[in-house]
């Protein structure tokens, strides 16, 4: 299965190991992950300003070279999936922004929201599917107690994101289960770390870090994981005193790839 490959800024430039994971994961589950050409960063941030085009470009672009290669699009990051998911509906639903977007590209050509979005996650859950990873597994993590820490962007809004029940998501748990850990569930597995607000405000930000880590704490987490690379930077600078991981190390460590990657 050939999939387009939106892997974001981060991905690229502070945490490469992060996207070797996804690649080399993707690989031992007969996935192959192609790079869009020429990507460009997704904007950090979907803004809700009917009049601001310029800066969804990048994302309408991504999508429409997906969509050209008859492939869906698959994102690994948190922060780029919600832009690009929110622009893709935008697309899709409001035809003034449709018209400005596409006069915009002018001679890029017409596009209208067809594309198909995943998440990483999403890709193992619909496309290859959780039971299909649990036999692939090669190191099971058993006796492990995970808890998962969604934040604020992989779930929300939940009438666009569509990817699990925003206020009580299942989909890291199952992934958690296929790699045999324990999954933890606890009251602020969707709640923000504060990251967004780090710079203005790093006593709030310190504060949420803190009430998310001690939490999962409470409830017998002995680590946690995360689908956002901003998430993972912001409970680790804040003295997370449990390791803080991302997801596609956890599945490379899983599938018995994380050495091959780690010696890139």
Not at 13 to 28: H, P
Not at 71 to 87: D, E, G, M, R, Y
Not at 228 to 255: H, M, Q, R, S, W
Request: overall charge negative; proline content about 4%; hydrophobic content about 35%.
């Amino acid at each position: 299965m050939k999939v387009s490959y939106f892997p974001g800024c981060t991905l690229k430039n502070k945490a490469k190991d992060l996207d070797l994971y996804a690649y080399k994961s993707a690989e031992a589950l007969g996935v192959t992950l192609e790079e869009i050409e020429n990507w460009q960063c997704c904007g950090g941030v979907f803004t809700t300003a009917r009049d601001e085009v310029a800066t969804k470009l990048s994302s309408v672009r991504a999508l429409k070279e997906a969509f050209s290669k008859e492939q869906p699009l698959v994102t690994v990051c948190s922060a780029c999936h919600n832009v690009i998911k929110q622009t893709n509906h935008a697309v899709q639903n409001d035809k003034e922004f449709s018209d400005k977007v596409n006069r915009y590209m002018g001679e890029d050509g017409g596009y209208f929201g067809e594309a198909e979005v995943y998440h990483y996650l999403e890709m193992l859950r619909d496309l290859v599917g959780f039971d299909a990873l649990k036999e692939k597994v090669v190191n099971p993590l058993k006796g492990k107690k995970i808890a998962a820490y969604y934040g604020c962007l992989l779930l929300r809004p939940g009438s666009v994101m569509k990817m699990d029940d925003p206020e009580n998501p299942s989909i890291m748990e199952d992934f958690i289960k296929a790699l045999g850990a324990q999954p933890v569930v606890y009251a602020k597995r969707n709640e923000c770390c504060g990251g967004y607000v780090s710079v203005e405000s790093p006593d709030l930000a310190k504060k949420s870090s803190n009430q998310v880590v001690q939490n999962a704490k409470m409830q017998g987490a002995e680590m946690i994981i995360t689908a956002c690379p901003l998430c993972k930077y912001n409970l680790l600078k804040n003295g997370a005193d449990i390791p803080v991981v991302y997801f596609t190390e956890l599945l490379a460590e899983a599938l018995g790839v994380k050495e091959d990657t780690d010696e890139q």
